[in-house]
């Protein structure tokens, strides 16, 4: 399905979630790997830190769900997290997979011509400031994007490279004008929308105040081309197997 609606919309507007978490250990390179190779020019990420400090690949507060290790990521050190097995939860065949840092990350999608949307995850014992700030610092200078549902991170990686375009993240609520007014205000490119508020309504809306909009997550291919066909500007998947090559 997605072949067509690749070359329906083009490329530029197919986002693999977490790498495609359908098909690998999300937030791994080997996640990052299928998603090149099925054909997605876009990729999305999450980043937290770890207690050292350390800006890693992850999307939970807690390690059990990805991990063989237990507990809460920022309390753990780095030389600790790269210990753990990040790939046998999801299949045998990914044992060995480790947690990813950004700065790894930023190689391999080098390696494989991928733009990323980095997600500043401000979770449980995150600080804002200094996530937004770190991850800023890493990607100053590449072609990669900031998102985040937290304005206090998006405003600390705009005070250190305001030239990384940035996104804000809503949803998990009805729909308010209030979130044009917030990205704006925080010199954002657009919102990152959950795709069940989305009408071509709203698109419109956001598109006249000069703004963006992405979508997220939509593994079903027929809801994937209606937004597609409604103008939104991306729209994020985990069903990179259903969506891709």
């Not at 090149?36 to 890693?56: L, N, P």
Request: include cysteine.
């Amino acid at each position: 399905m997605i072949k067509s609606l690749i070359q329906k919309y083009g490329e530029n507007r197919l986002i693999a979630h977490r790498g495609g978490a359908n098909v690998a250990p999300e937030n791994t390179l080997p996640a990052f790997r299928e998603a090149a190779r099925r054909g997605f020019r876009w990729v999305e990420c999450d980043v937290a830190c770890t207690a050292d400090g350390i800006s890693v690949l992850f999307h939970d507060d807690t390690l059990e769900r990805t991990t063989n290790g237990h507990g809460h990521l920022h309390l753990i050190q780095y030389r600790d997290l790269v210990r753990l097995d990040a790939g046998r939860w999801f299949h045998p065949r990914f044992t060995t997979t480790r947690v990813p840092t950004l700065a790894e990350a930023l190689e391999e999608w080098h390696r494989l011509n991928l733009i990323a949307l980095v997600e500043l995850k401000v979770g449980a014992g995150q600080d804002p400031e200094q996530l937004g700030s770190q991850v800023a610092r890493t990607l100053v200078g590449s072609h990669h994007r900031l998102i985040s549902f937290s304005s206090e991170a998006l405003d600390a990686a705009k005070k250190i490279a305001p030239d990384i375009p940035r996104l804000l993240v809503v949803g998990d609520a009805p729909w308010t004008d209030a979130w044009i007014h917030q990205a704006r205000r925080l010199g954002a490119i657009g919102l990152d929308v959950e795709h069940i508020l989305i009408t071509p309504e709203l698109i419109d809306k956001i598109h006249n105040s000069g703004l963006e909009i992405l979508c997220w997550t939509v593994n079903d291919p027929h809801r994937a081309d209606q937004l597609l066909a409604w103008g939104v500007d991306g729209v994020t998947t985990d069903g990179i197997d259903l969506l891709g090559n």
